[in-house]
């Protein structure tokens, strides 16, 4: 047979002006209210995405440095921005592949996240070729061993976090929350960490209640229980993109120097080598 990879990301906009079309690709077709595309445009500004963006530059050496490691094509999909997932699975297709492998570069199952991939990649391999698809990794051992090696030795309190759902996920018996906290849990028993905890970030307007605590308010929590140091986690984010780059390292770093507290992130795994051949691990096991 012949293999592939897609390996998917939530995208990003490759310049200012991208902003309102990509925004209108996560609402999909829902009413977009002008002070919510305005305030996204001005956070993707102070980023400095004017005309072009370092975020999806990640994906793309990660891609790159997977296609390496397995010695197979990988073609990346985006499931909001170009190149569209279906982009990659007709590339995939060019290539000549009857088997794909679908990995998306986040590690927790949800129904309202990991499932859209999913739906994407198959409705657009319609058939053509067989999809051995991802569906979480969030346990796996090398991912695990990663994190685990950038927060141990701290003595800051550590908290984990990830970006928040709608909270009816949980009425749904969405694995999604016990999946994060799985992996929250397993890097503070490799790092015999002392002090942890987890939050959600990234939480978004949409007029219904998302899962809790949001970590800015969740940072007053700390203070007032005499936390003074704090290193992030982000454990269901693997590179640097906006989640990151504004929700914690301006948002979250405001909020705590407004408290007096002192917060650090670690390294996001981006296209570290160590990261990859975990990538490389995770679909050498999918494609037997
Ligand atoms: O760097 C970038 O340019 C893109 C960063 C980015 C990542 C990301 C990951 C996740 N999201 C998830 C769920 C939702 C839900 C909504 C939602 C909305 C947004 C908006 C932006 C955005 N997300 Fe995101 N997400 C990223 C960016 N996300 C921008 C829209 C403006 C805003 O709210 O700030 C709500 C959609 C709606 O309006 O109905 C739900 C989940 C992840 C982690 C898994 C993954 O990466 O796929 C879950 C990165």
Excluded at 81 to 102: C, F, K, Q, S, Y
Excluded at 187 to 203: G, P, T
Excluded at 211 to 232: F, K, M, Q, R, T
């Amino acid at each position: 047979m012949t293999e592939a990879v897609v390996l998917m990301a939530y995208g990003s906009p490759e310049r200012l002006a991208d902003v309102p079309a990509y925004y209108a690709d996560i609402r999909g077709g829902r009413p977009v209210a002008p002070e919510h595309l305005a305030d996204l445009v001005e956070r993707y500004r102070r980023l400095g995405i004017e005309d072009s963006s370092p975020l999806n530059a990640i994906t793309e050496a990660t891609r790159d440095a997977l296609e390496e490691e397995l010695g197979l094509p990988v073609f990346t999909g985006m499931k909001h921005w170009t190149p569209h997932i279906a982009d990659a699975a007709e590339a995939a297709l060019a290539a000549g592949a009857d088997r794909v492998a679908g990995l998306v570069l986040a590690p927790h199952y949800s129904a309202l996240s990991i499932k859209g991939y999913r739906d994407q990649l198959e409705h657009a391999l319609d058939g053509r070729a067989e999809l051995e698809f991802v569906e979480s990794w969030h346990a796996e051992p090398g991912f695990v061993d990663l994190l685990a090696d950038r927060v141990r030795g701290t003595d800051a309190h550590v908290v984990f976090t990830a970006h928040s759902l709608p909270a009816r996920i949980l009425e749904m018996g969405d694995p999604y929350k016990e999946q994060l906290l799985e992996t929250a849990a397993l890097i503070a028993r490799s790092a015999q960490l002392r002090a942890w905890s987890f939050s959600f970030q990234s939480e978004s307007p949409t007029g219904e209640p998302w899962l809790g605590p949001d970590i800015l308010d969740y940072l007053d929590a700390l203070h007032a229980d005499g936390v003074e140091h704090v290193l992030v986690c982000p454990v269901g984010f693997v590179s640097d993109h906006l989640e990151i780059r504004w929700d914690i390292d301006v948002e979250a770093q405001e909020k705590a120097a407004e408290l007096g507290m002192r917060l650090e992130r670690i390294e996001m795994p981006n296209d570290d080598p160590a990261f990859i051949r975990t990538l490389a691990a995770i679909v050498k096991r999918a494609l037997p």
